[in-house]
C-alpha cells in the first residue's frame, strides 16, 4: 500500500522559502510512476504545480515556473519540492500525490489522475 507523508511547510514572509518534503513507501522510484505536488487554497480547485516521472521529465506549472523546483531522493525514498520567492497568493495545503506512469504530459498536473495522496502540509505566506 502506498503511503505519502508530507512535512516542511510553515509560515513564512513574502520573498521567503520553504522547502517541503515528501516521504514515500509502498513503491520505490525504481518502479513506473509519476509523482506530483499540489496545492489547494481555501475555496478553490486543488491545482497541480510540480510533477516529475520515471524517465525523468518534470512537468511546473506556468504560475510556479522559475520559482518551485521539484526532486527526489532514490536513496531516501523521498521527493521534495523547494519552493523560492514566495508570495501570499502561495498559502495553501500542498499535497504529494503518486500514480502509475502517465504518458500523457499534460495529465501529468491533473488531480483525478493520482490514485494516492498525502494529508498535506500547510504554507501561509505573510505581506
Known amino acids: 500500500q502506498v503511503q505519502l507523508v508530507e512535512s516542511g511547510g510553515g509560515s513564512v514572509q513574502s520573498g521567503g522559502s520553504l522547502r517541503l518534503s515528501c516521504a514515500v513507501s509502498?513503491?520505490?522510484?525504481?518502479?513506473?510512476?509519476?509523482m506530483g505536488w499540489f496545492r489547494q487554497a481555501p475555496g478553490k480547485e486543488r491545482e497541480g504545480v510540480a510533477s516529475i516521472c520515471f524517465t525523468g521529465h518534470i512537468n511546473y506549472a506556468n504560475s510556479v515556473k522559475g520559482r518551485f523546483t521539484i526532486s527526489q531522493d532514490n536513496a531516501k525514498n523521498t521527493l521534495y519540492l523547494q519552493i523560492n520567492s514566495l508570495n501570499p497568493e502561495d498559502t495553501a495545503m500542498y499535497y504529494c500525490?503518486?500514480?502509475?506512469?502517465?504518458?500523457?504530459?499534460?495529465?501529468?498536473?491533473?488531480?483525478?489522475?493520482?490514485?494516492?495522496w498525502g494529508q498535506g502540509t500547510q504554507v501561509t505566506v505573510s505581506p
Open positions: 509502498g513503491f520505490t522510484f525504481s518502479s513506473s510512476y509519476c
Open positions: 500525490a503518486a500514480a502509475g506512469f502517465l504518458s500523457i504530459v499534460s495529465s501529468r498536473l491533473l488531480a483525478g489522475n493520482y490514485p494516492n
